[in-house]
């Protein structure tokens, strides 16, 4: 019976060292597995790692509900899933309540919503501060690719490298390399 600690940010400027550091102080834990990806997708390199590797009777802890995911059907299908192998799942910001137990689905059902309700939000708030500095002149949306960058990209892939090692080396999104080939 292993416990583990995961945690995870999406953007440079969160720390998940500090999510660790804190659940660490909270529960003795075996491994600690950090991640930086977006949480709109529970479809994640190391959670999906993680999760393949969680046997009966382990624990998995998570500071909160959105550190598993924001899209509330795929956070219930993890806990779901964890239930139905007998590994346990633990969130912090419910008092450390167990999930996988009745009254802890019923709870993990409305914090996945309420997760779910505060990226849609985030979302429209982003989508009117957009709007208003269009309509004052301020926006012009993202600067283009530097177009060396662009010619290195295409340099790498016809050398042999795959596209989303070229990605990760220029510090790119996949999706805006696509975009310029």
Do not use: C, W
């Not at 709870?107 to 708030?125: C, D, H, N, P, S």
Request: positive net charge; proline residues 1%; glycine residues 8%.
């Amino acid at each position: 019976m292993t416990t583990y600690i995961y945690s995870r940010v999406s953007t440079e400027e969160q720390n998940a060292e500090q999510q660790v550091a804190y659940l660490s102080s909270r529960y003795a834990h075996d491994y600690a597995v950090e991640e930086k990806f977006t949480g709109k997708t529970t479809d994640r390199p190391k959670f999906q790692k993680l999760l393949k590797s969680l046997s009966e009777g382990d624990t998995l802890v998570v500071r909160e509900v959105s550190r598993i995911g924001r899209n509330t059907q795929e956070v219930l299908s993890v806990a779901e899933e964890l239930k139905g192998r007998g590994v346990h799942l633990k969130i912090d910001q419910l008092g450390g309540l167990d999930v996988t137990s009745a009254a802890g689905e019923m709870i993990l059902t409305v914090m996945a919503g309420l997760a779910k309700m505060e990226r849609e939000q985030l979302k429209e708030r982003q989508a009117i501060g957009i709007a208003r500095a269009k309509a004052e002149g301020k926006y012009t949306g993202r600067k283009a690719l530097d177009p060396a960058t662009i010619k290195t990209a295409k340099m790498l892939i016809e050398q042999g490298q795959d596209k989303k090692s070229v990605a990760k080396q220029l510090k790119i999104g996949l999706s805006t390399l696509y975009k310029y080939l």
